[in-house]
């Protein structure tokens, strides 16, 4: 299994950015996704998930605000978010499983660098 992520950078409050996410080594398309972030001095936080028939989920503090989507033929993941705030300064990560099964993933997967997300004026 191999996560790769990409697409973060420094933003100004009220911006936006698109993050994606490279799989392989897997059947992606009958996995479930999610992105979870790790902020400075705070621990793993799911965000978003999808399904691999597309259905998603989000987490309250990004709904409205994030979009989760993936491309099952090209193995990738992507989240755009937009309205970004200060509070979603965070190094961002896909993982494997859904709202509640990334967890298991994380412990069984290689964990990526992850993509590093800065929203400050």
């Known amino acids: 299994v191999q996560l790769v992520e990409s697409g973060g950078g420094f933003v100004q409050p009220g911006g936006s950015l698109r993050l994606s996410c490279e799989a392989s080594?897997?059947?992606?398309?009958?996995?479930?996704m999610s992105w979870v972030r790790q902020a400075p001095g705070k621990g793993l936080e799911w965000v978003s998930c999808?399904?691999?028939?597309?259905?998603?989920d989000y987490s309250d503090f990004v709904k409205g605000r994030f979009t989760i989507s993936r491309d099952n033929a090209k193995n990738s993941l992507s989240l755009q978010m937009n309205s970004l705030k200060p509070e979603d300064t965070a190094i961002y990560h896909c993982?494997?499983?859904?709202?509640?099964?990334?967890?298991?993933?994380?412990?069984?997967?290689?964990w990526g660098q992850g993509t590093q997300v800065t929203v400050s004026s």
């Open positions: 999808i399904g691999g028939a597309g259905t998603t």
């Open positions: 080594g897997f059947d992606f398309k009958n996995f479930a």
């Open positions: 993982a494997r499983g859904g709202r509640s099964g990334w967890t298991r993933f994380q412990a069984e997967d290689p």
